[in-house]
């Protein structure tokens, strides 16, 4: 069992900065950010795969605003969003697989997840 901690939520205004912060109980080669706005699926944010030369995915929507980044030796991962957007408020979660998965920003494809934090865009 992998478990998984987020940190990091919170409100911010458009345009605005947040640091979201992931923590799993042993090392995971791939792992990822989720989020699920009221009344729609989950969806993929961002994606790394830390034993693969820490190649990232990332969705369209956050290209060029969100960043996924790793810390293999303390099993921490982090998002760091700028230029946030009211559409990205959400509840977002940290998820981790012991192995390579096939659809780096498909839900069903991670073991663990995190509890989720909240994040708040205001315009």
């Known amino acids: 069992q992998v478990q998984v901690v987020e940190s990091g939520g919170g409100s911010v205004q458009a345009g605005g900065s947040l640091t979201l912060s992931c923590t799993t109980s042993?090392?995971?080669?791939?792992k990822g950010w989720f989020r699920q706005a009221p009344g729609k699926q989950r969806e993929g944010v961002a994606t790394?795969?830390?034993?693969?030369?820490?190649?990232?995915k990332y969705a369209d929507s956050v290209k060029g605003r969100f960043t996924i980044s790793t810390d293999n030796t303390k099993n921490t991962l982090t998002l760091q969003m700028n230029s946030l957007k009211p559409e990205d408020t959400a509840m977002y979660y940290c998820?981790?697989?012991?192995?390579?998965?096939?659809?780096?920003?498909?839900?069903?494809?991670?073991?663990?997840w995190g509890q989720g934090t909240q994040v708040t865009v205001s315009s």
């Open positions: 998820a981790a697989s012991t192995r390579w998965v096939r659809s780096p920003l498909q839900p069903y494809d991670f073991d663990y």
């Open positions: 790394l795969y830390a034993g693969g030369g820490s190649s990232t």
């Open positions: 042993k090392y995971t080669y791939t």
